[in-house]
């Protein structure tokens, strides 16, 4: 008996890694107001209420990244709205190749964002949250799911995790709970990441790996170029003398 339950144990081995390993399909929403000016008002029927998108995260032990999902062919991205003399492009999640990469082993993110036709590659330390457990305890795509919230930025961040998925990560920049996160809601339910398929499998080599094209700064030299360049278009006007507004929504 003691043979048996020893051969038994290193049978399931293998089978208990894969389970910490594999890629979850998430839908990302992101619900906007946007308040135009007078001249600008004929337009407001033309703007879509929110935009969504696909993500894949792929995920083990030791790290998480998360990426658009594919595009279906003829999907470019992206919503363009004008009238005579102006325009608003639109940017959602999904619109553009940005990568989050964690690592969990050593707590370091490495994330690749586009921005007005450049890479950057922003390193820094990943977001921390005060979790607090509320009991709360629901069901998502067949996982057993607890209900951890948090305060960030003033407002109240709520996340499903199950720890069936022994995995400290999530989707984008939520993670830090004794297991994986399928479902986020932030900014009072105008921001939602929800799980749609799970699967458990060994990723094949290579497809955990951080990015690497970019130029590298950290989150404040980010911050510092998109304030500096949205100030510059604001005074800009595009080509014909028409007005050009980009609006970029979300991760």
Sequence with gaps: M?????LLSVLLLPLAARAQEGVVTYEESVKFEIELPPEMASMRDQI????TAAKLLYFSESGTLMKNAPREEGDEGGVTVGGEGMMIRMMGPGDQDNQVFTDLENGRVIEKREFLGRTFLITGEPETYAWRLT???AEFLG???MKAVAEKDSSTVEAWFTSEIPVSGGPGPYGGLPGLILAVSADDGKMTITAKDIHLDALEEGVLAPPAEGRKVTSEEFQKI???KMEEMGGQRGRGGNAVFHVRIGN
């Design 2 to 6: 003691r043979r048996f339950s020893l």
């Design 48 to 51: 879509p209420d929110s935009r």
């Design 135 to 137: 009991g709360e305890q």
């Design 143 to 145: 996982y057993a799911c």
């Design 226 to 228: 998109v304030d500096e």
